[in-house]
């Protein structure tokens, strides 16, 4: 675990939110000149806390309207078959998120797609083919109430 300093949080505060903001904007809203905070954010980077910079696309204006938590359970869970499990899953685009998890459950996907058909083809065909997957079990998003990429920073300095 990395130890975030007032100032560190500060920046990594503004950068969850635009990444694009140039050195200089983002030094003048933290109150630090350029140079101390290109070198915080350097050391941020190097330390893999900043692990890279991405634009977030909208989902629904690219038509991808479907979004299904999928739970899974595999016939067996060997440590081979967990990680044959998980080699294949990564594979799929549609496979955004994966967990393994406690209790019932083996796994937990969040999984989008186009639409309905799309989703249903891609388990019957792809998810269910598989000789891994002894039991899926499908729980669709109706409304999207929070959806953020922001990590609560706060809680690191506590």
């Given at each position: 675990?990395?130890?975030?300093?007032?100032?560190?949080?500060?920046?990594?505060?503004?950068?969850?939110?635009?990444?694009?903001?140039?050195?200089?904007?983002?030094?003048?809203?933290?109150?630090?000149?350029?140079?101390?905070?290109?070198?915080?954010?350097?050391?941020?980077?190097?330390?893999?806390?900043?692990?890279?910079?991405?634009?977030?696309?909208?989902?629904?204006?690219?038509?991808?309207?479907?979004?299904?938590?999928?739970?899974?359970?595999?016939?067996?869970?060997?440590?081979?078959?967990?990680?044959?499990?998980?080699?294949?899953?990564?594979?799929?685009?549609?496979?955004?998120?994966?967990?393994?998890?406690?209790?019932?459950?083996?796994?937990?996907?969040?999984?989008?797609?186009?639409?309905?058909?799309?989703y249903e083809d891609f388990v019957r065909n792809t998810l269910t083919a598989s000789e891994m997957i002894r039991e899926l079990h499908?729980?669709?998003?109706?409304?999207?109430?929070?959806?953020?990429?922001?990590?609560?920073?706060?809680?690191?300095?506590e």
């Open positions: 675990m990395h130890k975030l300093t007032k100032a560190d949080q500060q920046i990594l505060g503004v950068l969850q939110v635009d990444a694009s903001i140039s050195t200089a904007a983002l030094a003048e809203r933290v109150h630090m000149s350029q140079s101390p905070c290109w070198r915080r954010i350097s050391r941020l980077q190097e330390t893999g806390v900043i692990r890279r910079q991405v634009a977030l696309l909208d989902r629904e204006r690219l038509g991808m309207d479907v979004v299904v938590f999928a739970t899974v359970n595999l016939t067996q869970t060997g440590r081979k078959n967990l990680l044959a499990f998980e080699a294949d899953i990564v594979r799929h685009p549609e496979v955004l998120e994966c967990y393994t998890m406690t209790g019932i459950w083996d796994y937990v996907l969040k999984i989008v797609t186009r639409d309905i058909r799309h499908s729980h669709m998003a109706v409304t999207e109430i929070k959806n953020t990429t922001a990590l609560p920073l706060e809680t690191q300095l």
